[in-house]
């Protein structure tokens, strides 16, 4: 969703900032623009459509500048065209702000304004806040950094603002409540963006700037304050990423350059964790919550888009290892619906980028109805991180694909870790399974490394299938929520309409859509469920469906009854999800590739969803 990004030092500002949308195209937008200051005159450059637009735009314009602010748009008031791209110029035309987030109570600002005479230009509730700074501003007599403060004191919303001002040529203003906003400090220049991509090519040392903070930002000089004006100290941190982790290294795209790390990713997010040799689990972030953990009444987990699957796995598994019931919430339905929570429940939020609203939103509520929150993160130093009261990264590393691959299956490794944990900490598991565990999951990096050897067998299987109109995935107990992840990823990159569903739960409905046209996707791996999914796999069969089952070396049966199987290292059940899901993530890479789309940003979806 929306990127924002800035750049003020000795540089040129506008190969950076460019560079910089570039770097942020993944986040999912549909218009981008520039505004760039160069003494005392503002230019502002923008247009619909992709980066590569804009860049043909501003051919043969006067971009000459030290310090610029830029957008990538994902529309939410106004429709993508390039009146409502940012950025959104006050009444005056001397302010140009870019904003990433929802001005919710912007309608009564407008009507405030409009009622002093302000005229607008675009749909935008962007333009009704800079146009409200502008307005405090002049009846105030005071600074911009001063209006922007006493502004955001009436803002109700989620948002994080640039700011270049024409009478003020040396300085950017930024402001952050909700909406991610980190600084990169240079050697005389700072790079300001949504996340760490635009950056890391340039310093790695950075601030993450905390809600209700205004950063005034000059070539060699930082300034945080919190919206009473007091000063606060920018803590500087280590950036722990590598510009090779965000470009894509030969691959086609970086869909399938992240399906192909797993092997790493699994590796990396147990790195330091599982000690298999020595029967040992260590998770510091847990530590001193484990006590509350063992007694919990009940674990809620809250998440959404791929990572409610990963939830939806660990459910089977903590209930199972841990004896405690677990409820799987879409964080937008929970946060809505005034759920029953409070002392003596643990939210465990689960979320790749940690920035998704609709998650930050819910945690929120239920740390004021005094629930314990546990952040399963993939993005270090996320609102969701740092709004937990404790966790477990992740360790992916960056994933541009907006289809999320290698940040499911880390959360899948992390949460299993967290479920072994507490069931070793409550004594509800034997000490030969939990060891058998480990040793499963030691083991589970290299049979990924064996399901990505089946890309070529899929990319045919892929030829097949990709004309269907719809799919149907089916799967049991843990591997239910692989079907639903199956299906997700296929309908997000091919546009193909896909369903999934539990295997036994079809006969209610959904076999009536079985004919042969129908390719239906089993994932059938051996399990505790193995003889019951081979009736349901009978029962399509029997409708002339046509079957692609997922299934285990060495099943005989399975494929003597499919159309196509796909064959994957045998693995326990509450691991076998790790690599069920790989055969599936590179069909529907296949399928969207065959069919023409881009498949690392498709058509209306964002990476990163920060509107609730
Ligand atoms: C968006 C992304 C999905 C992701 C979901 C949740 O819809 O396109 O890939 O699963 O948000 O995001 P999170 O960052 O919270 O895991």
Redesign the pocket.
């Known amino acids: 969703m929306c990127g924002i990004v800035a750049y003020i030092g000795h540089r040129e500002a506008y190969p950076v900032v460019l560079k910089g949308l570039k770097r942020l195209e993944y986040r999912g937008y549909d218009s981008t623009g520039v505004a760039l200051l160069n003494g005392g005159s503002l230019k502002v450059y923008k247009k619909k459509g992709k980066v590569a637009e804009l860049e043909d735009f501003v051919l043969g314009k006067d971009l000459k500048s030290h310090i610029s602010i830029g957008h990538t748009r994902w529309a939410t008031h106004g429709e993508p065209n390039d009146r409502n791209a940012h950025p959104q110029l006050s009444g005056d035309g001397k302010l140009a702000m870019v904003h990433n987030g929802i001005i919710e109570n912007y309608a009564q600002l407008k009507q405030e304004l409009l009622n002093k005479g302000h005229q607008f230009t675009s749909d935008t509730d962007t333009e009704v806040l800079i146009h409200f700074i502008q307005e405090i501003k002049s009846s105030n007599q005071c600074s911009t950094e001063e209006a922007v403060r006493i502004a955001l004191k009436r803002v109700v919303g989620a948002y994080v603002i640039l700011i270049v001002d024409e009478d003020d040529p040396d300085t950017l203003i930024a402001a952050r409540k909700g909406s991610p906003l980190v600084i990169g400090v240079g050697k005389g220049e700072h790079f300001l963006a949504s996340d760490a991509s635009p950056i890391v090519e340039y310093t790695k040392e950075v601030v993450y700037v905390n809600d209700y903070e205004i950063a005034i930002v000059k070539a060699d000089e930082l300034i945080l304050k919190n919206i009473s004006n007091e000063i606060q100290t920018p803590y500087i941190q280590k950036l722990d990423m590598e510009l090779a982790a965000i470009e894509k290294g030969g691959y086609a795209h970086f869909m399938l350059k992240e399906i192909f790390e797993q092997p790493q990713t699994i590796f990396d997010s147990l790195r330091g964790r599982l000690d298999a040799k020595g029967g040992k689990l260590t998770l510091g972030g847990l530590r001193e919550h484990m006590d509350l953990l063992k007694e919990a009444n009940r674990i809620i987990i809250v998440?959404?888009?791929?990572?409610w699957h990963a939830g939806l796995v660990a459910e089977y598994m903590i209930e199972e290892l841990c004896r405690i019931p677990v409820e799987v919430e879409y964080a937008s339905e929970f946060r809505y619906r005034n759920p029953v929570v409070g002392k003596g429940d643990v939210i465990i939020a689960?979320?790749?980028?940690?920035?998704?609203a609709d998650?930050l939103v819910a945690m929120e509520s239920a740390k004021e109805k005094g629930a314990i929150i546990l952040g399963v993160c993939n993005v270090v130093g996320s609102s969701i991180a740092r709004l937990s009261n404790g966790g477990v990264y992740t360790h992916a590393g960056p994933e541009i694909g907006?289809?999320?691959t290698k940040?499911f299956t880390a959360q899948l490794a992390v949460l299993s870790l967290i479920g072994l944990k507490i069931a070793q900490e409550k004594g509800t598991i034997t000490a030969q399974r939990f060891q058998h565990l480990l040793d499963e999951l030691e083991s589970v990096s290299e049979k990924v490394a064996t399901a990505l050897q089946l890309n070529a067998q899929i990319k045919k299987i892929a030829e097949k299938y990709k004309d269907a109109r719809d799919f149907l995935y089916l799967g049991r107990g843990y591997n239910f929520p692989i079907a639903l992840e199956g299906a997700l990823k296929l309908k997000e990159i091919s546009y193909i309409h896909a369903e999934g569903y539990p295997a036994a739960e079809m006969k209610h409905g959904p076999i009536a859509l079985v004919d042969e046209q129908l390719p239906v996707v089993f994932v059938a791996t051996k399990d505790s469920y193995y003889e019951k999914i081979v009736s349901n796999i009978q029962e399509i069969k029997a409708r002339k469906g046509k079957v692609l089952a997922v299934t285990t070396e060495g099943d005989q049966v399975i494929p003597a009854m499919a159309d196509d199987v796909i064959v994957v290292p045998e693995a326990d059940e509450l691991v076998a999800p790790i690599i069920s899901v790989i055969p599936l993530q590179l069909l529907a890479y296949h399928i969207g590739v065959l069919k023409g789309y881009d498949v690392d940003k498709p058509r209306n979806?964002?990476?990163?969803?920060t509107v609730e």
């Open positions: 998440a959404c888009g791929t990572s689960v979320s790749q980028s940690g920035e998704t998650t907006v289809a999320s940040a979806l964002a990476k990163s969803v």
